[in-house]
């Protein structure tokens, strides 16, 4: 089966130049990337556990017609069509790919990604170049974070947040997959279709190495794939006017790291962006083993941050909505775009992409003596390790090789990482529903 | 607490004339159901089983300012309000309650609705007053019928329909209650999103005895509340382009021979309107109880008239889909209009309003020997009676003072509709579940 | 030739009774004013003496069809054309002649025009089915009168205000024909487009009786047709949130003694209305003579309610814009609408309808003994007749058959009129240029 | 006086490298030309013979916000206010320089302009940039060449073949000065006003050594400056549908002979792109004249590829409308954009810089006993440099400094430019009307 897709709004004024580098990045080492991101946006809302495999006679081809691009698709899923049609949708997710993974490839490979200042703008160029730079009166991008296997009252929750949060006319932003990343975009929607708003926004980041294993969900009608995990986590905060932390697991932990590292930097101190934990009641106890792990490793000035808000969808909601005129009033005092957080103030070592090899790993500061901020930089290290160990293809693929990585450090943070570790685990965090998990990391505890 | 609301739209542009009237009608003897009907939409999604009561301190009123109109809301319903502001989509449907219960009440007075000529008209100068008739290139309302208490599988398959539908660029219409009114919305409401159609419709017909009973749902856009049962009915047959019947009671069943009774008037035979029914698995055996009965009662060429498709959602939507260009073929080789069909014959048997009281249902003449449109007509009468006694303030009322309505009839005509509607009360199809059904009719059948 | 028009817009959103009732109209006595209205709206920008002798192969027909309504054309004149199809804008025109001449005609059959509070709400009614009350957040429509008959000079003065006014957003209303009627809004046309406004508007308003001397200019992109003088005088006023005067002749002073009239009612006291007279220098004398005639009759008060502002467009603009907000606070502060003065009290003088016979001409009391209001009613009307004689079909033929109409009354009165209808035709103010101006009145001065 | 602006549209979302370049920019070499062309397009409508002199206190920076730009300007000229606001159309020109002249300053350092290739993208992607290529169904864009300096009735001529245009949904591009690239324009908004189009497309290209001697008109609503006058020259071409070209001088000829150049290119063979000449009665004398200057210099086939249509611009206009479904066949059966014609040969020698120095002017190969293209290329270098000598500032100075221009070559050839330069200077089309022309060049003619 053969279709040809001609290209939705600007992708068919590309000037000849560009569709030639578009052939050719396409018939380049890129082209893997490419294949198993477009097949992950293809067959969207249909499980597989090894998507490469079981379409294995698929093909994606740009094709140069002096008029512009054509987009070949040879045996796409079915979850892709109906009647021999693409969804629309969908293609404006495949767009997204050709334009993240193959457009932007050769777009900056001239940027010094070793220069803070640059990788800012790069990450602002590349929003802008998939439309999601919006103006706006009032803040209102609300990013969701929380894990992709949660239980079925966890996610239940999560859209009702939504729910709440859209019927307030707010926004959502997540990393684009199933459970919390999806629940409440759901909500949302419902929410703006009672208040008749019809250009409420469902804006996933992702990037490359995750994209297979949580294709964006239907909802999701804005979509940018960023380079790498640490441009994206920079893209969330930065397009961020409020941040939604969901039961999640390993990677949840990663993001909160993250987030908290950057807060904590002096420079940041004055910056408005309300953090709220909030689940069901049956997760209280999860915020509460998260908030003691973030106290007892970054501080009280760390746990201060987080605002814990339990099953209460509608005052969190109304939180946040308070919060909007805040954060515009803070935005206007130090002249900082509504749109792009130019004035947080993002170290290098967020910024460096973390390469999780065994060395990497086992190399990690994981000691309490040393700056918070940096504490917090190897922490998030260590739980983006243990997500590459968990689901991510090449992380999978060097545990089964060499076995799971090696984490040491302080013996009393060693046992407390290994206490929220195996909390996660007993709770199901780690992996999808109805698998066992087998873990990717061993803590070495050395009193 | 007293809302105060200023018109959307429309509203906003009447003239001194009209709000005065307006005013005039919301104290006249239409203020209670005018109260009652404003209730029920401002108490969307929340069950109540008296809403009268349980609202007392509810009132409505509109206010007459130089400027325009106000409408005062004291002590409305907390389900239609977020943070002390009323939803847009509320409001949408509570000023369809004022033009249409308000408004057009003084409006045709002076109309003549023996007339059947005037009746047509009325209802498309009531559809088009509410901008429901919309210029269109391509037929594409599907028309849903059935039960609004139906199984939980059912209703998963009637928003399985909806899905493909609007994948396939379809928009619904239905009576707009829950069940098997709300599940085709809610699933072609998902499946626009995923074709990125922005302006899908989900149109709601509606009459004042019935909307407390089977408030509209949330995703209704368009809603219109027709004078009566009779010209509800006529405003579905003449907007649609396809009617799709669920599984459902007696409700269902009036639609169901309301529409084979015009189909069979001799000049509707060229007349394009395909008609499905639809359901899982196991809904088959409930259809084939209806088609036995149909052709037992009205005739083979009835039977032929409904086409049965079980339990496959993509096929019936490729139908439909592709029936529709045959009945923007049929519209265009008549002359009639793509957005309201006029050429259709309804007889005035068909237009009357039918008064369940004893009396009339007592005198429905059920015998076989009469043309099939007649019988369709009485047939039709009978179950709409049965609806009213089971769900309509009214007949509730009449049934508990006056006890069950008597039909007598054929023989064997009695004890296909005693076989049929038993079948109904065994399968719960007659009251809403979890309460005992008692019924409301006693089938005389004397050999 | 031949040409069959789908109707734009609404207009094809009619019932099968309302095409058959147009039909009818189209049929009835209104026939011939229907053909001759919409002969001068296709004839547009083409002068013609004669258009119904010129013209008189041409027809216009409304067919019924089940699907809607089609217009047909019977040798139209070639102005209206593009290779052979109608212009936009022109057949925009010609539906405004449909609905305003044939649909209103039997819908305001049964309206009380004795009924003063009747005749404000059909104006009302009127204007808003022709779409022009529309929702605004600032007063921004400014009414300009003026003869249809000025001096090249003039006429580019009148151009360089509607820029000016233009270049300031504001919107303009005319009368709709030559002269001060096309200036205005052709400078606003050019100031909107600066300034990047698309939806400037250029309304017209004008009635059966002058539309054929007065067809509207192709800049006007809203169209009205009121049924008489009387109520396009109070369509005027009531719009207005400014009245801008320019150098006319006697049309202009039957507009201005209207609105001096209505200004002088006690009741219209703290109406915010401003009103200019304006023009080049050459035209100062002009003003001066009006405003002293105004002053000897009506008084000072009346004088002073006229602001003569000569030769300075961009002071007028500005004074105009500057008075948008009072009008707007004013409107506000007695929550009267912003886009039609409710408030404005019109005595039933001003509103019925004047018949210029030679007995009511003769007949009116133009006496100083009387209440100003009452005087300026009186004048109006001679006015009025006066224009009638000079443009008006009617008028016209009375003329020619019976003599001059007589004005008879006070006698310095009566000398202060001649003096001013002396000036109007040594100025060229009374006929299109290139004709000898032949008097259609006699001012009996009995000393 | 100082105005702060904040920029319109895209340009609020800058990143702050981006701002920062801007500023860079316009604090370098480059601003003396930034600052000229500011001058220029804020001053459009009056004329000034030394815009630099007489705004010598007027000054505009770029103001790096965090938040974005903002355009400080000090004193500008009072034509582009508004009560102290900046006319937003005025507005949107400025933008277009600061875009054109600074932003792509930078974008295009490392462009290689010796690869023929490389040009054609590079025009390409400023005239995307600049937001005119657009989608199109059908195409629709006029280039219309001609004089800046007009008699006055072929002034009127150019805006009634405009309107004809316009009246049948054409858009415009010119070089958008005054006179014949004004009078097109004017028409076409006029016939779009009729016809209620309202996206009509008035495209203005230029170039910065000629924008402060043709500034912009008014209604230009898209503005690009192209980086010299051959990428000027090739845009026009790529983007025209269809070429008239009215009466004019030097410029004009050298458009003609540029286009003749690549026309005459046999890979342009099949090429779809009706050129014509028009003019009113009193020009065929004129392009008589230029029609046999082609055809002896040039030959029959460079001859034959123009149609000249005197005084008809109805006719004008209808065979343009007709040519546009030839040219969309065309473009479709080559597979090339409808927005961009890339399948048009232009070689090197029409893409490459040319400077009109005294030492090139005298090296031109003006002999007939050369290719045609190749002819052509020169001649239209020729007329280039007559037109800088006339009027652009650096060959105005480089004549008074060095004397005219030297042209020698092939004796017949010279005596046919002589005569043909003799009779533009003797129809004044060389300067600007009230002045008398002082030739820049001499020929030499060596028998």
Redesign the interface.
Known sequence: MRILLNPLDGM??L???EVAKLQKSSNSPLYTLFRSCALAVLNVGHESDDLYNEFDDFDINLLS????LKIELINPPEAAL??GEI????Q?HLQSVIRDILFNSSKYETTDFTNS??V??AI??IL?HANV?L?TDLPNLVVCWGGHSIKENEYRYTKEIGYQLG??GLNICTGCGPGAMKGPMKGA??GH????I?NGRYLGLTEPSIIAAEAPN??V?ELVILPDIEKRLEAFVRVAHAIIIFPGGAGTAEELLYLLGIMLNPNNKSQVLPIVLTGPEESIAYFEEIAEFVESTLGKEARDLLKIMPNDPVRVA?FI?AKMVEVRDF?RS????Y?YN??LSIDADFQHSFDPSHENMAALNLNLDQPKTLLAASLRKAFSGIVAGNIKEQGVLAVKQKGPFILTGDPSLMQKMDKLLMAFVEQGRMKMPGSKYEPCYQINIVS
């Not at 017609?65 to 512009?68: A, D, K, L, Q």
């Not at 279709?193 to 008749?196: F, G, I, S, T, W």
């Not at 130090?334 to 775009?337: E, F, L, Q, R, T």
């Open positions: 068919n004024l000037s000849q130049n017609r002096e008029r512009g109906v009647d969804i629309t949708g969908t404006e200042v640059e800012t703008n602002f160029d802008r730079i103006p019927l307030r929607a419902l279709a009672k208040q008749r019809k239907p909802i009608n109304q909505k935005r130090v002249g900082d775009a749109q130019w004035t």
